[in-house]
């Protein structure tokens, strides 16, 4: 994962003359299972984070890569997991949380996830959220359908052509179906404290997030494999 990581902004720099700034990732449950895990390790290299492990073995937490050892600008990485992915990896999901929010924090002048940490939450308080609040919903990086549910229902939208008029129109049924924030605290859109749900995010705001999170991407990375093709 993080060789797929150094290979893909090496050849990002050597395409376009400068380093990728904001990407996004697809997150299948099935397809994570037989990769077991190399999209995420690339992820994770691309935020410049690496797992920290215990004595055996296992993955602890996260700690940031310094950026001299680093050699290059941390990317900034949107990331959509499926509403299967979400149900079978849950505990990655929050590791992955925990990973952007270490990125985010990395003090290097030219890191983009500050930058646009901070865009976000100036267009959240001028809508009127509160600062402590538009800090943290800033920071999210996932997003997927709502728990329990499953699928962006553009399969059952495009068919239909007939019942609606344009494509903006097909856009916001993706928009309304994964603006759900998953990490800092959120679960699906929902403040999760001690267990219990605490608050509830407004559907608008929940598709506002996905939106500046998506906000000048420049390349979306998925992997999709089969005993038809690789």
Known sequence: GARLAEDLVADWKKRHGQWPRRLIFNLWGVESSRHEGVMEAQIMALWGIRPSWDGRGRVIGVTAVPRAEMKRPRVDVTVVPSGLYRDLFAPLMKLLDEAATAARNAPESDNPMR????????ALLAQGVPE???ERLAGVRLFSVPSGAYGTNLDKVVPLSNTWDSEK???DVYFMRMGHPY???LWGGRLIKDGKVTQELAPHLGVDLLKMAMKGVEGAIHSRSSNIYA
Do not use: L
Not at 115 to 122: K, L, P, Y
């Open 115 to 122: 930058e646009h940490v901070r865009q976000a939450r100036a």
């Open 132 to 134: 402590d609040e538009a």
């Open 169 to 171: 129109q097909v856009a």
């Open 183 to 185: 990490g800092q605290g």
